[in-house]
């Protein structure tokens, strides 16, 4: 049996988990919820919600068209808040915690199932910026 040192074992944990990869197939289902106001792939459009494709790495209320940002998601852009995939599953498992002006935040309660918003992630990433 080998010993692991120290220095590995505080390597692993000061990195922490690393974001738990989704499945696409099945985040292509569960954006339904997310349709209501986005779209997303080709020909995509802003809705009530700006059109998704890109999002992931993209900086917050950055959609040129899109005219609704509240004041908190400006906030969030104008700070430099970029759309990674910790920021997305903060956002979509609770709008309201990060920005309680938000449209979003007013419309979606928010996503509680964990392997759920990992899915929705895995399928955005799958739409690059048009």
Request: charge should be positive; charged fraction near 20%.
């Amino acid at each position: 049996m080998r010993k692991i040192g120290l220095g590995a074992v505080l390597l692993v944990a000061l990195n922490g988990p690393a974001f738990a990869a989704g499945d696409a197939d099945k985040g292509k289902a569960a954006f339904a919820v997310c349709a209501a106001c986005h779209q997303i792939g080709p020909g995509a459009k802003t809705l009530i919600g700006p059109e998704l494709n890109g999002v992931v790495g993209r900086k917050a209320a950055s959609v040129a068209d899109y005219p609704m940002y509240s004041a908190g998601m400006k906030k969030l852009g104008a700070d430099g808040w970029v759309w990674t995939e910790e920021n997305i599953d903060k956002w979509i498992a609770n709008p309201k915690a990060l920005i309680p002006d938000s449209t979003m935040a007013l419309a979606f309660p928010g996503m509680t199932d964990a392997g759920q918003r990992a899915d929705v992630i895995a399928y955005l990433k799958t739409f690059p910026a048009q």
